[in-house]
């Protein structure tokens, strides 16, 4: 990919800036019986999402995902744990993103409201999922699902933690 041409305002030197792509989280709340929170979205791309968003300088990829949800979904979540790193450079319209996913928990269910960029926020099913899910979320959702029936993120995941993950991988 090329990168943009720029002159140094000091020595008029062509200094050539090369994109990057953008940190984002996206946070699966999940809460057996209910399900897993989507926002719909009030800016394009429309349609249902994770919340999730784009991480700020000097935050953490865990805060980032907990602040996404809380202003998104009004929901205070604990991360359970990491479901994958997805870095499609199509994965998102707008730009190229590489998004760290967390899925968690929350105390207060009953408190899902949506705010700032999501419309509303609403727990579904994961046999009932509105439509359309935007980015690659359909994909994360499977990922998820596979986790909860297989302890793996994909059942073609190429390995597996054991349990004693410090030392082998059972492949």
Not at 19 to 34: F, K, N, R
Not at 67 to 88: C, N, Q, W
Request: charged fraction near 25%; proline fraction near 9%; aromatic fraction near 8%.
């Amino acid at each position: 990919m090329s990168g943009e041409i720029f002159k140094c305002p000091a020595c008029g030197a062509e200094i050539k800036r090369h994109p990057s792509p953008l940190p984002t989280v996206d946070m699966i709340v999940y809460e057996p019986g209910a399900g897993i929170v989507l926002i719909r979205r009030r800016y394009p791309p429309l349609g249902w999402a994770l919340p999730g968003g784009f991480v700020d300088y000097g935050e953490s990829v865990e805060e980032a995902a907990r602040r996404e949800a809380l202003e998104e979904t009004s929901l205070e979540t604990d991360i359970k744990g990491l479901l994958g790193v997805y870095s499609d450079p199509a994965r998102d319209p707008r730009r190229h993103t590489i998004s760290t996913v967390f899925w968690g928990r929350t105390n207060n269910p009953e408190k899902i409201k949506g705010g700032d960029d999501a419309g509303e926020a609403v727990f579904f099913p994961l046999d009932a999922l509105p439509s359309p899910l935007v980015f690659d979320h359909a994909r994360i959702i499977n990922d998820f699902a596979a986790l909860l029936r297989n302890g793996t993120p994909r059942q073609n995941a190429p390995a597996r933690l054991s349990e004693d993950w410090t030392t082998s991988i059972d492949i």
